[in-house]
């Protein structure tokens, strides 16, 4: 499959893998009146979406003349439809379940959103079982009642995930449930199994006062050939075409929002606080420098740098998807994903941690 990424996404592999101490702030736009957009996360207000809220209180994107209203999400994949039903105009969304859309369809189209921005570069998704149940491997969940909630990553790509593991999934019961409830249903046996991202059900579990690495098991999608990217910044066509010069200063931004977590993890965790009060936060800060450790921190970061996908990684992945799913078109990785708003490559992270 040919890659059409522009030359500054290949080139980006030669700088040295070194952390920069900060990232350029991109210039303020020119204009009598704030760009106003809104942006749907993946779910709700948790320690993983500090950079977002850093990026806010630190002024970056006030700067940058820029006005984000962020709404907590129901699911990484549901992002994606809002966004491309125009409800939203950007959001950090699944690319999985942008790959599905875009494959469904007969062709390229102008309304199917595209990822500028990737933050996920480790697949996350895992079915959580309890540790002394009769569930060791993927086979075993036949016959089995996993829950989750609709819009969730990994139930989404449960579909591929069977497909490529053999499991017969019209042999598992699939149960809707609200998320605040999936651990507790899970420790409780009134499901067998829970799909989910591995550390938001570590986490959340262990806020519920459970303990997720002696109770639970965990059976990770990327553990049984599904080598895929997950959460990337997604946006509207739209905004693309009319809007670009926002877009390199929001990218700009949330990569200032990074880097300000990576150097002090409790005022990143306090900028959660400040929209949602109520949460742990010993816990937050456990699960943002696992999140990072986890799901960001990819080897490849030190080649393409923060944010830039590796186009043959990607192209396979998108291959994967369209497999597993039985989608009746591969869409091409430049419907997916463009560099055209990412940092220039000598400004770009090269490590997480």
Known sequence: ?????????????????????????????????PVRLRMVLNWRYQGPQSWFFLAQDNGYLRQAGIEIDIDQGNGSGAAVGAVGSGTYDMGFGDINALIALAGRKAGPDPTTPIGIYMMFNRPPFTIAV??????????????????????????????????????????????????????????????????????????????????????FRFINYGDHGMDLYSNCLI??????????????????????????????????????????????????????????????GHPEIARFGYGAPDPERLARSIGIVREANALPRQPGPEEIFTDAFLPAPDARLRKIL
């Not at 059409?4 to 303020?28: C, D, I, N």
């Not at 010993?282 to 699960?287: F, S, Y």
Request: cysteine-free; overall charge positive; glycine content about 6%.
């Open 130 to 215: 309890k540790a002394d149940g009769p569930i060791k491997e993927p086979k075993d969940l036949e016959g089995k009642n996993i829950g989750g909630p609709a819009n969730d990553g990994a139930l989404q790509l449960f579909p591929a995930f069977a497909r490529l593991t053999r499991i017969d999934a019209s042999k598992v019961t699939i149960t809707n449930m609200a998320p605040n409830l999936r651990e507790q249903m899970l420790q409780r046996g009134q499901v067998d199994g829970a799909f989910g991202f591995v550390n938001t059900i570590r986490f959340s579990a262990k806020a519920a006062g459970i303990d997720p690495d002696k109770q």
């Open 235 to 296: 946006v509207s066509r739209k905004l693309v075409n009319e809007r670009p010069d926002a877009l390199r200063a929001i990218v700009a931004a949330f990569d200032r929002g990074v880097v300000d977590t990576l150097k002090d993890y409790d005022a990143a965790v306090a900028s959660v606080a400040k929209r949602e009060p109520l949460i742990n936060r010993a816990v937050e800060k456990e699960r943002l420098i696992a999140t990072l450790q986890d799901e960001m």
């Open 1 to 33: 499959m040919s890659q059409t990424f522009s030359r500054r996404f290949v080139v980006g592999g030669a700088a040295a893998a070194t952390l920069l101490p900060f990232v350029p702030a991109a210039p303020a736009i020119a204009q009598t009146a």
